[in-house]
């Protein structure tokens, strides 16, 4: 989608700190951070929300979280880490291409807030 936030950082257009890349995932460093490591992870192809999952793009959510387990590893986050989709307003989801927070590094608390 020409005008989404995070289809832009996918592609390039607008700068972010990349974390990891493939063919159909990419992620990266959150500017406002809620943890001492916090990535953005974001299928390429634009999808709105959790809502707009289907049978013909959840295949991307499975890619999503594979990258998840390689950054995990990559970043040594093997104390343990938290991975949040926030889907809708209630939510708190502010930008409209589904992502997946993962937070890292201090004690994440139970239940979130
Ligand atoms: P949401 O609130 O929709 O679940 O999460 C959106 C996230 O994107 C927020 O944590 C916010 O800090 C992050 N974010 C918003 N705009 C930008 C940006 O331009 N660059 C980066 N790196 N992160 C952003
Ligand atoms: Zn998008």
Redesign the pocket.
């Known amino acids: 989608m020409s005008d989404c936030?995070f289809c832009k950082?996918a592609a390039g257009e607008?700068p972010?700190?990349k974390i990891y890349e493939d063919e159909y995932v990419y992620a990266?460093?959150?500017?406002?951070p809620?943890a001492p490591f916090?990535a953005?992870v974001i299928p390429k192809q634009h999808i709105a929300s959790a809502d707009e999952i289907t049978a013909d793009n959840s295949f991307l959510v499975a890619r999503v979280f594979e990258a998840v387990a390689k950054i995990a590893k990559q970043e040594n986050l093997s104390d343990g880490y938290r991975v949040?989709?926030?889907c809708g307003e209630a939510?708190?989801?502010?930008?409209h291409h589904i992502?997946f927070?993962l937070l890292a590094r201090r004690d994440l608390g139970w239940p979130p807030g």
Not at 91 to 95: F, I, K, M
């Open positions: 936030l950082i607008i972010s700190t990266f460093a959150d500017i406002a809620q916090h953005v949040v989709n926030n939510a708190g989801q502010t930008v992502h927070h």
